[in-house]
């Protein structure tokens, strides 16, 4: 078993730095709220007094932060640097979703020190997060990705290397914008149906069963009702909220510039999630994209 660090327990780190206890591993975990820490301490893990205290005598240290901004401020740039106190051999495994730009440059600063990074962003949601089912997009050597794996295994169950550093965030961005494109396209063939009087659950059954197919159809259905377990049927509280959707379509555009890929129907499924968003939504989960549909 191994001694980790794990910074950032929010919605997403917190259910995956608890499975990692669970599984047996020591687990010092810090984040901003004392609530969090509490809820991975009462799982059988270990409260850290400060991101420094996490990273110290430590084999492996995850991150989950919310933008490139605060990795490269936690590990190279602030006033107490990750990259300072962590131990020669330390692998960091950021499974922020950022930018690939600032992964790769955060892991060449770490590499002229002799520290090990690699991104590791995550898809799945908090359900797959809670259930250790994620996906791990992984961008770093072949070395330090076999390193992470058994790592990795205890929080998801398909682990991916995309190639090497920065690669992992690129994969995210290209999985997202999709994600965001299918879950749109499918909010507006159910709203079409409805509205010219079909029952949504007989449509998505048809749909599921014929060449309209697709995830969101299959396990994340956006019509209220339709599917048990699903933020639709909660009034699209958890999940995956807009907030996030939108940020993410963001860093897809980001990519879609510097490397000159057209890429038009994300950029419409990110206006669409914008003028969601506008409306007062980015707390709800991005499936609640239906609405904006049926004009609420």
Not at 85 to 104: F, M, N, P, R, Y
Request: net charge negative; with cysteine; glycine share 12%.
């Amino acid at each position: 078993m191994a001694t980790i660090g794990f910074i950032g327990l929010g919605n997403m780190g917190g259910p995956m730095a608890i499975n990692l206890a669970k599984a047996g591993h020591s687990v010092k975990a810090f984040d901003l709220s004392q609530d969090a820490i509490q809820k991975v301490v009462a799982a059988g893990g270990q409260a850290a007094t400060s991101a420094v205290d996490a990273a110290q005598n430590v084999e492996f240290v995850v991150s989950m932060l919310p933008a490139g901004k605060h990795v490269e401020s936690i590990f190279v740039t602030g006033e107490q640097p990750l990259f300072d106190v962590v131990a020669d051999g330390t692998l960091i495994i950021d499974s922020s979703t950022i930018d690939a730009e600032t992964a790769k440059r955060v892991a060449a600063t770490g590499a002229e020190r002799g520290i090990s990074f690699i991104d590791a962003p995550v898809s799945g949601g908090v359900g797959a997060a809670t259930a250790g089912t994620l996906a791990f997009m992984v961008g770093g050597s072949e070395a330090l990705f076999e390193k992470a794996k058994p790592i990795l295994e205890c929080m998801g169950k398909n682990i991916f290397r995309a190639g090497d550093n920065g690669a992992g965030q690129v994969a995210k961005c290209c999985n997202n914008m999709l994600l965001a494109i299918l879950m749109t396209g499918t909010a507006e063939a159910l709203n079409m149906g409805v509205k010219n009087g079909l029952d949504p659950a007989v449509l998505s059954e048809i749909m599921k069963q014929s060449s309209g197919s697709n995830w969101a159809l299959q396990v994340y259905n956006p019509f209220p009702g339709v599917m048990e377990g699903v933020p639709s049927s909660n009034d699209y509280q958890g999940g995956f909220q807009v907030d996030l959707m939108y940020k993410d379509l963001g860093l897809a555009g980001d990519v879609s510039h510097q490397s000159g890929s057209p890429t038009p129907m994300g950029s419409q499924a990110r206006a669409l999630f914008s003028m969601h968003k506008a409306k007062g939504n980015g707390g709800l989960d991005f499936s609640s994209v239906l609405r904006l549909y049926q004009d609420r």
